[in-house]
């Protein structure tokens, strides 16, 4: 095998089973874990992009990345299980945006530990600690 085939036949893309909380359980009483996938930096793009705002001061145009947008886009493309998009889950939660779900699903420490799991899992735990180096 060629050196060049291992960057055409990469691993299959990351998952990884998480216990978000303890309040997510089954009929016999097991927590059930979320199901997050790393995503690729093609899909990042999408959704710094989707993220990205813009507005006009002074006759300037100005673009910055809306960090919440982001970071619920992040948790929405990521999750495998519960699929935040489910039309069936989302009624549940009585909103029409996937977006919103995670935000009316999960206490503030259960989001932010979601998030931290799929930003290790994509590789940007790795960053971080480069940066701190």
């Known amino acids: 095998m060629s050196k060049?085939?291992?960057?055409?036949h990469p691993a299959a893309a990351a998952?990884?089973?998480?216990?978000?909380?303890d309040r997510f359980k089954d009929e016999d009483g097991n927590?059930?874990?979320?199901k997050i996938k790393?995503?690729?930096?093609e899909e990042n793009d999408l959704i710094s992009k989707k993220a990205t705002k813009s507005y006009k001061e002074n006759g300037?145009?100005?673009e910055y990345l809306d960090s919440?947008?982001?970071?619920?886009?992040?948790v929405v493309a990521s999750t495998v299980d519960p699929d935040f998009r489910d039309k069936e889950l989302c009624e549940g939660y009585g909103v029409l945006d996937p977006l919103q779900v995670p935000g009316k699903m999960l206490f503030s420490g259960e989001?932010?530990?979601?998030l931290q799991e799929i930003?290790?899992?994509?590789?940007?735990?790795?960053?971080?600690?480069?940066?701190k180096n």
Do not use: N
């Open 4 to 8: 060049i085939s291992v960057f055409l």
């Open 15 to 21: 998952e990884k089973e998480v216990v978000i909380s």
């Open 31 to 34: 927590v059930v874990p979320f």
């Open 38 to 41: 790393a995503i690729t930096q």
């Open 60 to 62: 300037q145009r100005y």
């Open 68 to 74: 919440v947008d982001y970071c619920r886009r992040l």
């Open 111 to 114: 989001y932010a530990k979601l």
């Open 119 to 131: 930003k290790a899992l994509s590789g940007f735990d790795d960053l971080e600690e480069e940066a």
